[in-house]
């Protein structure tokens, strides 16, 4: 089916509001086209989140429009995600542009010059690509279809819609409530030639008996026109793919007998939680997010994860009280990692001479001081590369994963140096699709007793070398004994590549693909 030199059709799904499963939604078309021998991407035009990831050219795009691209079993590319918005707090975000850091917005005004010169022409220049490469691309909407206040200045619904005059399929979560009102009042605000390009509309994650529903499917049909091609239950499986945003997250851990307590540290500002997703598919593992002193108790981890804003999210530890408390729980023996931004607030001091993290020149800050490491931001500049290392501590928390080549990814600002009395974690092998000499990158940091460990690297969880160890770590007499340590072999990658097997399976199941197929006009 594939081959054609035409230029590839296109299909938009758009939601009634956010967290309404268009990420999802777009993984599961991808799939099934992949799977019905279409060439086939995703793209998004502008997504604003802080769960990113890197491609093999080391440029850094959503970690939606990546979990995308495996759908379609094809490598990443900056152009799924020509524009990225990253929140910093204060009201200012950092663009993304072209898999490249830009520079910092903080008024809209700012923001709406830049997507309507730069930005829009970049995204069309991506489009164009990616439609002269693929029989299909599938592109995703972001937030709700339509909002009045941002109608004239929205480029990543309505707009990419007329540029590339796709047909739309409509979003609507029915498991937060409100799904019937939400449709009829997002087609009575789009105005009517955007109303037109609402080909089908799409019920999602609903319980219960469909009969009972029928009537208010048949009210949809009636008052609006337009069809209803599926309802599509809520599906517990999704879980186990990699979450777009901090709406997906979780605050309880699973209820699970004897399961390891993993207090994971709630920022304000916390990006890229998907590397704590990635412990979910081991069952003798519950994690929970902290936000304050009391909730943290005595687990048996705790892990500081990424930020956005380093300096912001670390005077918020101190504020909280949650500063404190972690560095009881080292003096109690607690192993504590951390990981990206988490990494540099376990250090002593964080200096920030152009005033980047905090707009303020020459700020030095106290970190956590639990391991000797200091943290510089010198340029705006940012670290973006796909790493493998290896394991070169001796912390007993990785003892079993010695010799493996463990694959993650590094995104992040400023340049974290060691001192006197820290020893490095990991040797960086391969950076990119790059071989790098020996002995001549080291990652991350050891405390002497190896129980507080801190890295640049995102996705360590994801590899099962380093799930088994801290496992067995936790398993020991050193710790509990009360618990099984039998691990996943699955790399988390091969775990998703199933669920998207199994999603699209379901969409198979409860969509009407026939007429989907027929609203981008093929068979």
């Known amino acids: ?287 929970r997010y902290v936000e304050n002193a009391a909730e943290l108790g005595n687990p048996d981890v705790a892990i500081l994860p990424g930020t956005k804003n380093t300096v912001s999210d670390l005077k918020w530890l101190v504020k909280t009280g949650l500063a404190k408390e972690i560095s009881k729980l080292e003096q109690g023996g607690t192993p504590i990692l951390g990981i990206c931004g988490g990494y540099q607030m376990l250090g002593r001091e964080i200096y920030d001479p152009l005033g980047i993290e905090a707009d303020v020149k020459n700020g030095r800050y106290h970190g956590l001081g639990l391991l000797d490491v200091v943290t510089r931001f010198d340029r705006y500049d940012k670290v973006t590369q796909l790493v493998s290392a290896e394991v070169v501590c001796d912390s007993p928390l990785l003892a079993g994963a010695k010799g493996f080549a463990l694959e993650g990814y590094e995104i992040h600002m400023g340049k974290t140096v060691l001192q006197n009395s820290s020893l490095p974690a990991f040797k960086v092998c391969t950076k990119g699709v790059k071989k790098i000499p020996k002995k001549s990158y080291y990652d991350g940091a050891c405390s002497t007793d190896g129980l507080v460990m801190g890295t640049s690297i995102h996705g360590l969880f994801e590899n099962p070398a380093i799930r088994s160890s801290l496992i067995a770590y936790l398993g020991s007499g050193k710790r509990r004994n009360d618990h099984a340590t039998t691990v996943s072999t699955a790399s988390s990658e091969s775990l998703w590549d199933s669920g998207l097997d199994g999603l699209a399976k379901a969409f198979r199941k409860n969509i009407d693909l026939k007429a989907v197929y027929g609203i981008i006009g093929l068979n």
């Open 1 to 287: 089916m594939s081959g054609n030199n035409k230029e590839a059709r296109v299909l938009m799904v758009q939601g009634t509001s956010s967290f309404s499963g268009k990420t999802t939604f777009v993984a599961a078309l991808c799939r099934i086209f992949a799977n019905d021998g279409y060439r086939v991407a995703p793209f998004k035009a502008q997504n604003m989140s802080l769960n990113s990831y890197v491609t093999r050219d080391g440029l850094e795009i959503s970690r939606a429009q990546a979990l995308q691209a495996l759908a379609c079993r094809i490598d990443p590319s900056a152009d799924m995600n020509p524009i990225l918005l990253k929140p910093k707090g204060n009201h200012a975000s950092q663009i993304v542009f072209n898999g490249k850091p830009l520079k910092d917005v903080s008024t809209s005004s700012d923001y709406r010059h830049f997507a309507f010169g730069k930005g829009i022409e970049k995204v069309k220049e991506s489009l164009y690509r990616l439609r002269q490469s693929n029989d299909i691309v599938v592109i995703e909407g972001a937030g709700s279809a339509v909002e009045p206040n941002l109608y004239d200045r929205d480029i990543a619904n309505m707009k990419i819609a007329d540029i590339t005059n796709s047909q739309v399929l409509l979003i609507a979560d029915i498991d937060r409530g409100g799904a019937f009102a939400s449709i009829l009042g997002t087609l009575q605000i789009l105005r009517p030639e955007h109303r037109k390009r609402i080909k089908g509309i799409i019920i999602n994650k609903f319980r219960g008996d469909l009969r009972i529903l029928q009537p208010a499917l048949d009210f949809i049909k009636r008052e609006t026109g337009k069809p209803v091609l599926g309802v599509m239950p809520y599906l517990e499986a999704i879980n186990l793919l990699p979450s777009e945003d901090s709406l997906s997250i979780r605050k309880e851990g699973r209820k699970v007998k004897n399961a390891f307590d993993v207090a994971v540290i709630q920022l304000p500002l916390l990006s890229n939680f998907t590397d704590m997703e990635a412990l979910s598919v081991e069952h003798k593992v519950s994690s």
